[in-house]
């Protein structure tokens, strides 16, 4: 067995122990595999062997009788591995020797005639674009149906009316439906930019070799193809040491995670009893372990945290390769955990942003309530002095100004001042000035492009199922 690392005959490596005459240090043991987080790319590592394999039997490079060993083995060390019988070594570094070592043992003499006109640079490059592009494909469909909960909550809370704030004091009502699909315009961009690295990154660097391709006569459209790749990477030097793709994946992570986040934030804070907004189910919540009144947003805070996991895993990267001579590092290796976690980190807060959005109930009157505090409707007031009696509207500021310090003396709402108290302020105002000071009629005016009114929240509704779900209102 070639797979202790303590055993003698593998005090040389067994793959390029021809150069050398001593074993590796105990640090180096340690520092140098990969092996225990990168069998992660052990499906797209076999699927570009099989596709490699039958391009050098194509091209007459390796025999048939070759060919079909080193299929067939591939099909039993895919199985071994999928059973968790696959005998994993920290010796053989990486998925590419592990995988290689076994097919030697599993086949013998023909699994050393794989790696011709090839290297695990271009294999790794490879693998790692094949397993972004799945990633990519998972992440789009969880965005997809977090925008879904979104869009059906809009589509309840159409005409809710909920404080906007700005400074996060409040502004002016708006709608909870308004509000709920601004996250669903910011998911679509995030799908938009997870196709745009999609498409980008989906070019075989495969046959680029070590660095300066091979040769052996390849043919690298055709791996290209078999793989799903658009076709081969142009420059053998940029495909076995770009890792742009797994960058623009990190920064559509980032910038998604952050998006998750300020939603997090959203509804620790509606959660609170202060703002008792909504109450979140208990799925997503836990209790106290002294406090027996008490229940705690968890699930919310912690996609609020992990963006700093996101952010982090696309800062890491982006240091990795600052700085890297052409063409393969091994400081590349170091560009796998960060993917990794990232991808897996997202689809979390994807599911559980999801699953708390979709069970939350928000409280409708309670957020009606607070949409009055705070004199909302003063804009909808000075806009009636510019559009009725005709002031302009630094005067309307100025008048509407003096009618709300006025009904904070009094203490009460701007709709509930007497006509004839606000007509000592300013003689102009009419009695139908009351039209526009209640909140529902503050957010219906509000019907200008983009704008609040529950009227454009339900066409805006319909619209997003088209632009994202791609159904008429069924799903
Ligand atoms: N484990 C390596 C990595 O992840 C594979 C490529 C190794 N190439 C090499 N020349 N040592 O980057």
Redesign the pocket.
Known sequence: MTHDPAAPDNATSAIWGGRFSAGPAEAMERINP?IDF?RALFAQDIAGSRAHCSMLVAQGILSDADGAAIRDGLDRVEQEIRDGRFPFSRAL????MNVEARLRELIGEPAGRLHTAR???D??ATDLRLWVRERIDALDAELRALQKALIDQAETHAGTVMPGCTHLQTAQPVTLGHHLLAYTEMFGRDRGRLADCRRRLNESPLGAA?LAGTAFPIDRARTARDLGFDGPMRNSLDAVSDRDFAVEFLAACALAGTHLSRLGEELVLWATPQFGFVTLSDAFATGSSIMPQKKNPDAAELVRAKAGRLVGALSNLLVVLKGLPLA?G?D??E??EPVFDAAETLGLCLSATTGMVADMTPDPEAMRRAAAVGFTTATDLADWLVRVPGLPFREAHHVTGRLVRLAEERGVALADLPLDAMQAVDGRITADVHDVLTVEASVASRTSTGGTAPANVRAEVAEARRRFLDDAGES
Not at 93 to 96: A, F, L, M, Q
């Open positions: 990969s990168d570094e990486d998925i590419h290297s695990r640079n294999q790794v070590a393969y091994k590349m290796q560009d796998k």
